[in-house]
């Protein structure tokens, strides 16, 4: 069983960058679908991104152009990389991962392993 933890949230200004990070142990990371998913007070998780174990990436519309999900097989890793962040960009940012490949991957619930989150808040 996988254990994940996020890392590298932080205060960042509008139009700026940051990189997150989503470190795995227990087990290889290329054998699960990953997904970064983002969530603000009162709301349900938002899917953001996914990189499946073939690599293939998918988005949601609001982050496509701006932020790139990626992996590192050596340090068992995956990172969303997040460019020309918006205020409403700010929230609790979360990897989650699951072995089968569902196909509803937008949805939390299709994921079985989460970590406890990294906190990105962007200023205006």
């Known amino acids: 069983q996988v254990q994940l933890v996020e890392s590298g949230g932080g205060l960042v200004q509008a139009g700026g960058s940051l990189r997150v990070s989503c470190a795995a142990s227990g087990d290889t990371l290329t054998s699960y679908f990953v997904g970064w998913f983002r969530q603000t007070p009162g709301k349900e998780r938002e899917f953001v991104a996914r990189?499946?174990?073939?690599?293939?990436?998918y988005y949601s519309d609001s982050v496509k152009g701006r932020f790139a999900i990626s992996r590192d097989v050596a340090k068992n890793t995956v990172y969303l990389q997040m460019n020309n962040l918006k205020p409403e960009d700010t929230a609790a940012y979360y990897c989650?991962?699951?072995?089968?490949?569902?196909?509803?991957?937008?949805?939390?619930?299709?994921?079985?392993?989460w970590g406890q989150g990294t906190r990105v808040t962007v200023s205006s």
């Open positions: 989650a991962a699951e072995k089968f490949g569902r196909y509803a991957y937008s949805r939390a619930n299709n994921y079985d392993y």
């Open positions: 990189i499946s174990t073939g690599a293939s990436t």
